[in-house]
C-alpha cells in the first residue's frame, strides 16, 4: 500500500522529552515536514502511523495499547523515534520498563522499546535523532528516498558472535566483576593481562593451564585470587553465551 501522506499520532512512552522536542522541530516552518505530506492529528482513531518515543514504561504500557488498537486496521504503522523506542537504550534493563519476554544478559541482537510490543515499520535511532534523520525516516515510508543498507539474514550456523564481539561483551562483564573483587586500579590491570591470555588459549583446558602459570609469577596473593576468579567468571560467560545460542536457534527451528 502506498501512501501519498501520512497522518501521525505522537506517543509518548516514558521518554525525557529530548525525541519529542525534535518531533516538534520538525514541524516547524524550518522543516515543514507537511509538505511530505505528513500532518500531526490529535487523536489515534485518525492517524496511519505512531511516532513513539520512550522506553515503554509500565505506567504506559496500556495506554499505549489502547492508542494502538483504536488506529484504524489499515495500514496501522509505527514509527520508533529515539534509542530508547527502538532498543530500551540506557533504561533496557530498567525495573521500570515493561518485559514482553524475559530478557537475557548476552542477547543478540538486542530487542527491547517499542519492539517489546509493537510491530515497528520504521526505526529511527538517536540521542534524540536530528530532524533531517526523522525527515529521512518519514521520506522512506513514503518511497521518496532509497534505503543506504538493505537487510541481511543469517543462517543459523552464521547466528555466533564474532570474536572480536564475544570478547567485548566478556570484558564489559568481566570488569564488573572483578573490580568488585580487587577495585578498579588493580582488578581493570589484573583483566588486560587474563584477556592476553584469553587470546593466546584456544581451549579452556589451553586458558586454566595458562592461568596456572601465570599464578606461579605472580607473589601477590590477592592477584592470584583475581586471576582464579576470573577463569571462574570467563567459564560462566561461556557456558551463558552457549546457552542463548541454543535457545535462539531452537526458536528459528520452530519459526521455519
Not at 141 to 170: C, D, M, N
Not at 172 to 184: H, S
Request: charged share 30%.
Amino acid at each position: 500500500m502506498k501512501l501519498r501522506s501520512v497522518w501521525v499520532f505522537h506517543l509518548n512512552t516514558g521518554a525525557c522529552n529530548g525525541c519529542d522536542i525534535e518531533i516538534l522541530d520538525v514541524l516547524t516552518p524550518y522543516y515543514d515536514v507537511e509538505r511530505l505530506g505528513v500532518k500531526l492529528v490529535s487523536t489515534p482513531r485518525h492517524a496511519h502511523a505512531l511516532l513513539v518515543t520512550g522506553p515503554l514504561t509500565r505506567q504506559s504500557y496500556y495506554a499505549a495499547k489502547r492508542a494502538y488498537e483504536a488506529m484504524p486496521p489499515k495500514p496501522r504503522i509505527v514509527i520508533a523515534i529515539g534509542t530508547c523506542a527502538c532498543s530500551g537504550g540506557i533504561f533496557y534493563n530498567s525495573y521500570a520498563v515493561r518485559r514482553e519476554s524475559e530478557r537475557l544478559g548476552l542477547e543478540y541482537p538486542r530487542a527491547g522499546g517499542t519492539s517489546e510490543f509493537l510491530p515497528v515499520d520504521v526505526y529511527i535511532p538517536g540521542c534524540p535523532p536530528r530532524p533531517e534523520e526523522i525527515l529521512y525516516g518519514l521520506a522512506l515510508l513514503l518511497g521518496i528516498a532509497e534505503k543506504k543498507l538493505s537487510p541481511r539474514h543469517y543462517r543459523e550456523e552464521e547466528f555466533v558472535l564474532p570474536r572480536t564481539q564475544f570478547k567485548a561483551w566478556v570484558e564489559v562483564i568481566l570488569k564488573a566483576r572483578i573490580r568488585k573483587e580487587l577495585g578498579y586500579f588493580d582488578g581493570y590491570k589484573l583483566l588486560e593481562r587474563f584477556m592476553e591470555l584469553v587470546d593466546v588459549a584456544e581451549t579452556p583446558e589451553a586458558l586454566k593451564r595458562l592461568v596456572e602459570e601465570e599464578k606461579l609469577k605472580e607473589k601477590d596473593s590477592r592477584l592470584r585470587y583475581g586471576l582464579d576468579k576470573l577463569y571462574e567468571y570467563y567459564l560462566e560467560v561461556v557456558r551463558t553465551y552457549e546457552d542463548i545460542l541454543s535457545q535462539k536457534r531452537r526458536v528459528l527451528r520452530v519459526q521455519k
